[in-house]
């Protein structure tokens, strides 16, 4: 993964004022989404199960970085950002191979599997308490 600096200098990411009410619409919309897992069946949608985790967690992601002041247009720019709150490479790597699963499965048809969708579940409640400490700062 390429350096949060070199996001900034591609202009994937800008530099912007804090946003805190967008942070929080995000954390919201991210809880809810979370909250909205517990209607999904996980062995018979596991797509479904895997694209509103990451999609959680992406909104999270995106909360930490309004709320230091920047914009990003890049998945991997998100996830990458979480190195300077504390989140060490193997998690990072870890969060952006989902990334690249969520990303074959919405655009070339590639499939999700339940052990999938297991396993970000397993991810999303590994890291949640560390997001929460840095955003409950809101």
Known sequence: M????????????????KDVERARFLIK????????????DMEKLPK???????????????????????KSFSHEASIVYLSKKGF???TLGKFDRFRYKRNGSK????????????????????IKKKLNKI????
């Open 135 to 138: 955003l409950n700062k809101i």
């Open 29 to 40: 919309d991210a809880n809810g989404r979370i909250d909205d897992l517990n209607l999904i």
């Open 88 to 90: 060490d490479v193997a």
């Open 107 to 126: 655009y070339y048809g590639v499939p999700i599997t339940v052990m999938d969708a297991k396993d970000i579940k397993e991810f999303y409640l590994e």
């Open 48 to 70: 479904i199960f895997f694209e509103y985790t990451y999609d959680a967690l992406r909104d999270l992601c995106d909360a930490v970085l309004l709320l230091d002041g920047y």
């Open 2 to 17: 390429k350096p949060f600096e070199y996001y900034l200098r591609s202009e994937l990411v800008k530099k912007s004022r």
